[in-house]
Structure formats: structure tokens, C-alpha cells
């Protein structure tokens, strides 16, 4: 069964350093990872996604993401935080092969930006 | 522009009551579906829908109902059986069902009293 972990359901950086917000999945198969974030009482916002193209995917605003299937991973990035990135970050998982309908998403990272 | 709406923004009932949220898209999408959010509970689904007319289960379906009479409708009731339904509903869509990115709506905040 699939499932995803996303590693610290909250994480503080100092405004201009690196943003790291961990996911691993787990996939009998290479699957389709997205990336979310969600502003307070908000819908989710896709940041990016990846489908089986490139393992480095850059997404709005700044963020990216490397697949790495050695480690299954998919852990996001962004190389200097602004305060606008206080944020809850979801990372989820869908299947391509099994057929599977749904996402499946991590219990999300709550991103908080110290001036 | 083409979105997703949801209605209303918040929503307050007294226990006992039924309650429908609403939710509209004009992306001529296939698939929708319907999520709870709990904090520090990620997202779960609770119906999903491929098609007008079809509709099927998702993990938490209990003391939920849900239509597709249009494609660009699909209204979630949450019935007096859901023992604990105050929490933050949101309704997304999809061109078609699995991989496909999925769109989310702006969500319902429901809170029973």
C-alpha cells in the first residue's frame, strides 16, 4: 500500500535561508508525487508535481523538488525563504500503474519564517 | 476565469441537523472529489466522482452523502450520522480520475454546536 511520511509537522527557518521540507513515499512502483501548500483557512495550491520526466522539478515561487528513487524520496526546496512562505505544506502520492483514484497525502509540514 | 467555488466560506448548525456545501467547477473536469482536513491529520477523501451520475466511496464515507447530477456540481451533505463533523471541507477536481493533478476549491470551515 502506498503511503507518505513527511518528516516534522513543523519547521522554522530564518528569513533568507534554505527551506528543506522532507517527504518519503512508499510505492511498489515509481509514482506520481505533488507538492501543495496551504495558506490559512485556504484551499490547496499545487507548488509542483512530478510525473516520470525530469528527477529535478521546479515549481511557482521559487520551490523545487528532486525525486530520488534510491531513496524514496521527493523532498522540497528553496533556496532562500521570504516571509510570504509561512505556509502548510502537503506532500502526496498517486499510483499511475495500479489504476488507484485517490491521493494520498502526508499529514503536511507547517512552515514558519522568522524575520 | 476558470476555478473551483465552494459555499459558503463558514458554516454553523446545531447537532442533529443535516447540512449541504456546495461545490461548482467550470474547468470542464471529469473527476471531482471531497476531502475532510483535521489538523495534523493531512487530508482524507471522503466520496469521489469520475462521472455524472457515478459517484463512488472514499475512506471515510460514513454519515456522508453526495450527487453528480451535473458535471459541474457536487454537493456534499453531511448527515446527523457523522458523529463528529465539525472540520474543514474541501472539494477538488481533476480532468479524469488518478494522476491527474487535482484542483482545489478555496473550502467550507463547518462547525456544529
Known amino acids: 500500500a502506498q503511503s507518505v511520511t513527511q518528516l516534522g509537522s513543523h519547521v522554522s527557518v530564518s528569513e533568507g535561508a534554505l527551506v528543506l521540507l522532507r517527504c518519503n513515499y512508499s510505492s511498489s512502483v515509481p509514482p506520481y508525487l505533488f507538492w501543495y501548500v496551504q495558506y490559512p483557512n485556504q484551499g490547496l495550491q499545487l507548488l509542483l508535481k512530478y510525473t516520470s520526466a525530469a528527477t529535478l522539478v521546479k515549481g511557482i515561487n521559487g520551490f523545487e523538488a528532486e525525486f530520488k528513487k534510491s531513496e524514496t524520496s521527493f523532498h522540497l526546496t528553496k533556496p532562500s525563504a521570504h516571509m510570504r512562505d509561512a505556509a502548510e505544506y502537503f506532500c502526496?502520492?498517486?499510483?499511475?500503474?495500479?489504476?488507484?483514484?485517490?491521493?494520498?497525502f502526508g499529514t503536511g509540514t507547517r512552515l514558519k519564517v522568522l524575520a | 476565469d476558470g476555478g473551483i467555488t465552494q459555499s459558503p466560506k463558514y458554516l454553523f448548525r446545531k447537532e442533529g441537523q443535516n447540512v449541504t456545501l456546495s461545490c461548482e467547477q467550470n474547468?470542464?473536469?471529469?473527476?471531482m472529489y471531497w476531502y475532510r482536513q483535521d489538523p495534523g491529520q493531512g487530508l482524507r477523501l471522503i466520496y469521489y466522482?469520475?462521472?455524472?451520475?457515478?459517484?463512488q466511496k472514499g475512506d471515510i464515507a460514513e454519515g456522508y452523502s453526495v450527487s453528480r447530477e451535473k458535471k459541474e456540481s457536487f454537493p456534499l451533505t453531511v448527515t446527523s450520522a457523522q458523529k463528529n463533523p465539525t472540520a474543514f471541507y474541501l472539494c477538488?477536481?481533476?480532468?479524469?480520475?488518478?494522476?491527474?493533478?487535482?484542483?482545489f476549491g478555496p473550502g467550507t470551515r463547518l462547525t456544529v454546536l
Open positions: 474547468l470542464n473536469h471529469d473527476a
Open positions: 466522482s469520475q462521472i455524472v451520475n457515478d459517484f
Open positions: 477538488a477536481s481533476s480532468i479524469a480520475l488518478a494522476t491527474d493533478t487535482q484542483y
Open positions: 502526496a502520492v498517486s499510483d499511475p500503474v495500479s489504476g488507484t483514484y485517490k491521493y494520498i
